[in-house]
């Protein structure tokens, strides 16, 4: 365990990107860092053993600021609790992902605090170490620790990770096909507190071979398109026959949505994450985005629900924009 030396400074703000998890096949083994959205967390150092949680005032969404139930209060304290040496913390937070839409928004903060206080502990801690802290996070939304989002979030673009029987196994692809576009379409549904737990609860215990063959299959499609570049076999490994079908009615509109995305020319559709946000994948070379964005609209309206599209594409990990010494 590394001894607490302080580094130099004492604050630091970070870009956290959202995050969308399991493309269909990869359940909480895959995850894609994306450009946008992403929130604006400040971490600063306090001197007493307190982890004080603040909303800036200029945030797009609210989460709960007892430092306790929010999941970057838990990574706070897990860090602290290890390698604080007395110290506490202040977390700012500015919303820019809305949370509970499968979009990562937990995971976002959770990395954020990991990696602030790696660096103003000056602890230098190996990258599965900070997954590892950051995934604690998860607790305070889906009731378990999950790696996919956090490790997306720290890392950007492509990862795939799995506990292993010693450790995290964790593959990271930092770059991902330049033509790869992605169109996120959010419906603007009330969204249950603890949805995750809930979407997490509903999945079946046992699942047919066929199903785990087909999923393996799917998912080595994934695997192999985005590590030889090759946005068509990502999206045709895009096909989730254990996790989608029993989550497919927490998202309304769901099959006409995603018949309505391919129609358009996306190359695959899956649920973004625990839901209900759909995410289609696009390779803008063959596809217009457009064309897919007002699909993706008109398949929410037909289905009674207005919804928000995000065009953006996979992108870097959470970054610093500004420290304070
Ligand atoms: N893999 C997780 C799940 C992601 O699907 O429950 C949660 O965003």
Redesign the pocket.
Do not use: I, L
């Given at each position: 365990m590394p001894s607490t030396r302080l580094g130099k400074i004492r604050s630091l703000q970070v870009r956290a990107p959202a995050s969308s998890?399991?493309l269909g096949p990869g359940?909480?083994i895959f995850g894609l860092g994306l450009e946008e959205p992403f929130d604006v967390v400040t971490v600063t150092l306090l001197k007493d053993q307190r982890i004080v949680l603040k909303l800036d005032p200029e945030t797009k969404y609210k989460v709960p600021e007892i430092w306790d139930e929010n999941s970057a209060g838990l990574v706070a304290d897990a860090l602290l609790r290890n390698f604080g040496g007395g110290f506490g913390c202040e977390i700012r937070v500015r919303k820019g992902i809305p949370p509970g839409y499968?979009l990562?928004s937990s995971a976002a903060d959770a990395a954020a605090v990991a990696f602030a206080l790696d660096r103003l502990l000056d602890l230098h801690l190996p990258m599965n170490t900070l997954i590892a802290f950051a995934a604690k996070g998860e607790v305070a939304s889906?009731g378990v620790p999950?790696f996919?989002?956090v490790a997306a979030a720290l890392l950007g673009y492509f990862s795939a990770i799995r506990q292993g029987t010693d450790g995290l196994d964790l593959v990271s692809l930092p770059q991902t096909p330049q033509d790869l576009i992605l169109c996120l379409g959010r419906p603007l549904v009330q969204v249950p507190p603890k949805k995750?737990g809930t979407?997490?609860n509903i999945l079946p215990k046992q699942v047919p071979l066929s199903d785990a063959i087909w999923n393996i299959a799917s998912a080595s499609l994934i695997m192999a398109g985005f590590a030889i570049g090759n946005i068509k076999l990502i999206g045709q490994g895009m096909q989730d026959k254990i996790?989608e079908p029993a989550r497919s009615n927490m998202v309304p509109g769901y099959d006409r949505v995603r018949r309505a995305a391919l129609d358009a020319g996306a190359v695959g559709v899956a649920i973004s994450?625990?839901g209900p946000t759909m995410l289609a994948l696009i390779d803008r070379g063959k596809s217009d985005p457009r064309k897919v964005s007002k699909a993706i609209r008109e398949g929410f309206r037909k289905a009674g629900i207005p919804c928000e599209i995000t065009t953006t594409k996979p992108g870097k990990g959470v970054c610093v924009i500004d420290d304070v010494v």
């Open positions: 998890a399991n359940f909480d499968g990562g889906a999950h996919d989002n995750t979407a997490r996790v994450g625990a």
